[in-house]
């Protein structure tokens, strides 16, 4: 295994994150932000301490209400939420899904429409009227499709809170099964065909939608994960191919029972359906009968989030981490340019696909797919293999990636990797620089020339987490990370339009072993001029903190609270309170000042 200094790394010159200028990439309003709240009085608040609270914490001046939760109707002939039966397929389908991750608001002609991801099912949770806690029939994997997918719905504020407008022309749920266009310089290509779609141009379904991403076009990303976990055959003769085995599709069924129902999901009898999902999707808010376009160009892998930025010469730029351990970082490159008043609709259709290399030394650039000297469908479809042959950098799961809007600098999450330095396949390197990276860091890169369009960057780390209570190693994390603030596993990643960066965390909340003093899951807040990081809130148990958006005057922050209770349902009960049903929900939080939340 080859070595890496980590004390160089530890102590390598920062580049400055930050000046405050307003740089290239943003595309936030700013014309109608409450004046009151500048970014440093933004950042002046009293920490929260860590805790195992089944609730939400956040700081004195700030206060917090749920906005909606899995199994809330969207309209208003579907049954409010039952907590005995959990529902069932048709009332799924008229309600919100399950798990809600990545997510956006839109301002569309006056109103103010949420778009959610439902990443996935809390199995526990949903079939917990289930003596199995699997489902056990034909409606209950009807109704696990349809709480998979993207929620659309519009929401008011009512004085202080916010709520789901039953019944709005936008409420839209997108599911398993909702059509699917299929895009790009993938559509059509055999890989893509299916005997149900032999055009190979369209295919029913998107799920596992995690991270996100919205257009200064005004659309929004919903970008396609775990899709492995889906497909399975009974068939004892099947033999999994490499592609198949690099994107971690097995045989067996990891749960969902969807080959039970829909023979799509049969691996060994339709195995280039696999081939039409783990793409970004992109999704028109303001047109609730428009198709969704799954955006090939994009590559093919376990997508986590989708961070577009505008290059100087305007053609688009969009980061996006590919979330299993050794995996990459890519940067898709748009051939044609963003304009202002244009048709910038399928500016996504077309471009280049490049995976991230990152040296010893700080440097690093993107290589083009293309070099691996496979076609170019073949480059989308299997990005994965395309990007080892071209010698991309080996990462510790990229997770979302924020782009500063005040400066050309890009953040993404790293948020663990147990192989890290064991397997033959990931050896250490000095962006990924621990054995056994239980904690995660955060990486930044800066292109050259103040371009997103450049090919080159210079990199480093903005933190390495760790726990400075138990190590005075390497796992004891960079000097940013103290006893107050120490955390897990980043995951979700957002600059605010102030400038600030919001970290949220998918890690262990044991608050045991390597983990101990860093409570539930939690969201902080960083200054990325300053290095600073202080801890804003903390989840209720055994919930991730995902998704953040906010409300267009900028006096709401809305924040997405995923699976809590997942493992032990009946020990929790977020939001209802003790012996309810644990639910995913989305929460607002303001100040009592009604100043800006960032
Ligand atoms: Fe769905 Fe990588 O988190
Ligand atoms: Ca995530
Ligand atoms: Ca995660
Ligand atoms: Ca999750």
Same mark, same amino acid.
């Given at each position: 295994?080859?070595?890496v200094d980590i004390h160089r790394v530890l102590t390598r010159r920062r580049f400055l994150g930050?000046?405050?200028?307003?740089?290239?990439?943003?595309?936030?309003?700013?014309?109608?932000?409450?004046?009151?709240?500048?970014?440093?009085?933004?950042?002046?608040?009293?920490?929260?301490?860590? $805790?195992?609270?089944?609730?939400?914490?956040?700081?004195?001046?700030?206060?917090?209400?749920?906005?909606?939760?899995?199994?809330?109707?969207?309209?208003?002939?579907?049954?409010?939420?039952?907590?005995?039966?959990?529902?069932?397929?048709? @009332?799924?389908?008229?309600?919100?899904?399950?798990?809600?991750?990545?997510?956006?608001?839109?301002?569309?002609?006056?109103?103010?429409?949420?778009? *959610?991801?439902?990443?996935?099912? $809390?199995?526990?949770?949903?079939?917990?009227?289930?003596?199995?806690?699997?489902?056990?029939?034909?409606?209950?994997?009807?109704?696990?499709?349809?709480?998979?997918?993207? @929620?659309?719905?519009?929401?008011?504020?009512?004085?202080?809170?916010?709520?789901? *407008?039953?019944?709005? +022309?936008?409420?839209?749920?997108?599911?398993?099964?909702?059509?699917?266009?299929?895009?790009?310089?993938?559509?059509?290509?055999?890989?893509?065909?299916?005997?149900?779609?032999?055009?190979?141009?369209?295919?029913?379904?998107?799920?596992?939608?995690?991270?996100? &991403?919205?257009?200064?076009?005004?659309?929004?990303?919903?970008?396609?994960?775990?899709?492995?976990?889906?497909?399975?055959?009974?068939?004892?003769?099947?033999?999994?191919?490499?592609?198949?085995?690099?994107?971690?599709?097995?045989?067996?069924?990891? &749960?969902?029972?969807?080959?039970?129902?829909?023979?799509?999901?049969?691996?060994?009898?339709?195995?280039?359906?696999?081939?039409?999902?783990?793409?970004?999707?992109?999704?028109?808010?303001?047109?609730?009968?428009?198709?969704?376009?799954?955006?090939?160009?994009?590559?093919?892998?376990?997508?986590?989030?989708?961070?577009?930025?505008?290059?100087?010469?305007?053609?688009?730029?969009?980061?996006?981490?590919?979330?299993?351990?050794?995996?990459?970082?890519?940067?898709?490159?748009?051939?044609?340019?963003?304009?202002?008043?244009?048709?910038?609709?399928?500016?996504?259709?077309?471009?280049?696909?490049?995976?991230?290399?990152f040296d010893s030394t700080g440097r690093g650039?993107? *290589?083009?797919?293309?070099?691996?000297?496979?076609?170019?469908?073949?480059?989308?479809?299997?990005?994965?293999?395309?990007?080892?042959? *071209?010698?991309?950098?080996?990462?510790?799961?990229?997770?979302?990636?924020?782009?500063?809007?005040?400066?050309?600098?890009?953040?993404?999450?790293?948020?663990?990797?147990?192989?890290?330095?064991?397997?033959?396949?990931?050896?250490?390197n000095a962006a990924?620089p621990?054995?056994?990276?239980?904690?995660?860091q955060?990486i930044r890169w800066k292109?050259?020339? $103040?371009?997103?369009?450049?090919?080159?960057f210079e990199w480093d780390h903005f933190l390495l987490?760790?726990?400075?209570?138990?190590?005075?190693?390497e796992?004891?994390?960079t000097n940013n990370?103290?006893?107050?603030?120490?955390?897990?596993?980043?995951?979700?990643?957002?600059?605010?339009?102030? &400038?600030?960066?919001?970290?949220?965390?998918?890690?262990?909340?044991?608050?045991?072993?390597?983990?101990?003093?860093?409570?539930?899951?939690?969201?902080?807040?960083?200054?990325?001029?300053?290095g600073?990081?202080?801890?804003?809130?903390?989840?209720?148990?055994?919930?991730?903190?995902?998704?953040?958006?906010?409300?267009?005057?900028?006096?709401?922050?809305?924040?997405?609270?995923?699976?809590?209770?997942?493992?032990?349902?009946?020990?929790? &009960? +977020?939001?209802?309170?003790?012996?309810?049903?644990?639910?995913?929900?989305?929460?607002?939080?303001?100040?009592?000042?009604?100043?800006?939340?960032?």
């Open positions: 295994m080859p070595k930050g000046t405050v200028a307003f740089g290239t990439g943003a595309f936030f309003n700013m014309s109608n932000l409450p004046a009151r709240t500048s970014r440093r009085q933004m950042f002046d608040f009293t920490p929260v301490r860590a $805790n195992s609270f089944d609730t939400i914490t956040i700081p004195s001046g700030f206060k917090w209400s749920v906005v909606a939760s899995w199994g809330d109707p969207l309209w208003s002939d579907a049954a409010e939420f039952d907590h005995n039966t959990r529902g069932n397929g048709a @009332s799924q389908e008229m309600s919100i899904g399950d798990n809600n991750d990545g997510m956006a608001l839109f301002e569309i002609r006056g109103h103010s429409v949420l778009v *959610v991801n439902n990443e996935y099912c $809390n199995n526990r949770v949903i079939y917990g009227n289930r003596s199995t806690l699997h489902p056990e029939n034909s409606d209950d994997i009807r109704k696990g499709i349809a709480a998979h997918g993207v @929620s659309v719905f519009e929401i008011k504020r009512h004085q202080d809170n916010w709520a789901v *407008v039953k019944d709005s +022309f936008f409420n839209r749920r997108i599911t398993a099964e909702s059509k699917m266009q299929i895009t790009g310089p993938a559509s059509g290509h055999d890989l893509l065909k299916t005997e149900l779609d032999p055009s190979g141009k369209f295919s029913l379904g998107t799920f596992n939608n995690c991270g996100n &991403g919205r257009t200064p076009w005004g659309t929004y990303l919903a970008c396609e994960e775990n899709f492995d976990k889906y497909f399975s055959t009974r068939d004892k003769s099947f033999r999994l191919t490499a592609e198949q085995i690099r994107y971690g599709l097995t045989a067996e069924d990891a &749960g969902y029972g969807w080959a039970n129902k829909h023979e799509r999901f049969d691996l060994a009898k339709h195995p280039n359906e696999a081939n039409r999902v783990g793409y970004v999707v992109e999704i028109d808010p303001g047109s609730p009968f428009s198709v969704p376009k799954k955006r090939t160009a994009m590559g093919r892998f376990k997508h986590e989030n989708c961070e577009i930025t505008i290059c100087k010469n305007g053609q688009v730029a969009a980061y996006m981490g590919d979330d299993q351990r050794g995996e990459f970082l890519y940067k898709f490159i748009s051939k044609n340019k963003f304009s202002e008043n244009g048709n910038n609709t399928d500016l996504l259709e077309y471009g280049d696909l490049y995976a991230a290399v650039n993107w *290589v083009n797919l293309l070099d691996s000297g496979m076609s170019r469908p073949q480059t989308l479809v299997n990005s994965r293999i395309a990007a080892t042959r *071209v010698g991309a950098t080996t990462m510790d799961r990229p997770e979302w990636v924020s782009a500063n809007p005040f400066s050309t600098e890009v953040y993404c999450c790293l948020t663990n990797n147990s192989v890290r330095g064991t397997s033959p396949s990931q050896p250490l990924n621990r054995v056994s990276n239980h904690y995660g955060i292109p050259d020339n $103040n371009d997103h369009g450049s090919n080159n987490a760790g726990n400075p209570a138990l190590h005075d190693t796992y004891a994390g990370i103290n006893t107050a603030n120490m955390f897990n596993s980043p995951d979700g990643l957002s600059f605010d339009s102030l &400038g600030n960066l919001w970290i949220q965390t998918d890690g262990n909340y044991s608050n045991e072993g390597p983990f101990k003093g860093m409570g539930n899951n939690q969201m902080l807040m960083a200054d990325t001029i300053t600073k990081i202080k801890r804003f809130l903390v989840g209720p148990r055994e919930c991730e903190v995902t998704g953040i958006t906010w409300s267009a005057d900028r006096s709401t922050m809305f924040v997405g609270i995923q699976h809590p209770g997942e493992k032990n349902p009946l020990l929790c &009960g +977020f939001p209802g309170g003790k012996g309810t049903v644990p639910r995913s929900s989305i929460v607002a939080i303001s100040r009592d000042d009604g100043g800006a939340m960032g």
